[in-house]
């Protein structure tokens, strides 16, 4: 029998009592917004409505403290260079995360 091991990672700041956090739903918006130059846009490739990933990005900023997005009305959104590098660093430790489970998940086989 094969075992597989996933995590979804998720930041929150323990000091603010405020929903949301970092995770992989807002890596995956960002990362379309990225892509799309739009908020809008990267929400409705997700079927997600647009009034839904702002909530959920402007969550996500207050839990880390920094904004993630630049808005400019009609012309997009783009991510900041902190919004970027929170990006950057998100799928870097999920990366990781996903290469310490594939080694070991082994161990909990034919115990």
Do not use: C, M, W
């Given at each position: 029998m094969a075992i597989v091991a996933t995590a979804r990672l998720k930041f929150k700041n323990p000091d603010i009592e405020a929903?949301?956090?970092?995770?992989?739903?807002i890596a995956l918006l960002l990362a379309g917004v990225?892509?799309?130059h739009s908020?809008?846009?990267a929400a409705k490739r997700m079927g997600m409505?647009?009034?839904?990933?702002w909530?959920?990005?402007?969550?996500?900023e207050t839990q880390l403290g920094y904004d993630l997005?630049?808005?400019?009305g009609?012309?997009?959104?783009?991510?900041?260079d902190k919004g970027k590098r929170a990006l950057e660093v998100f799928w870097s430790i999920?990366?990781?995360v996903d290469e310490i489970l594939a080694r070991r998940a082994h161990e909990l086989e034919d115990l």
């Open positions: 929903p949301g956090a970092f995770g992989y739903g990225e892509e799309e908020l809008n846009r409505a647009y009034s839904k990933a909530r959920i990005v402007r969550e996500a997005l630049e808005r400019d009609a012309h997009g959104s783009t991510l900041t999920q990366h990781d």
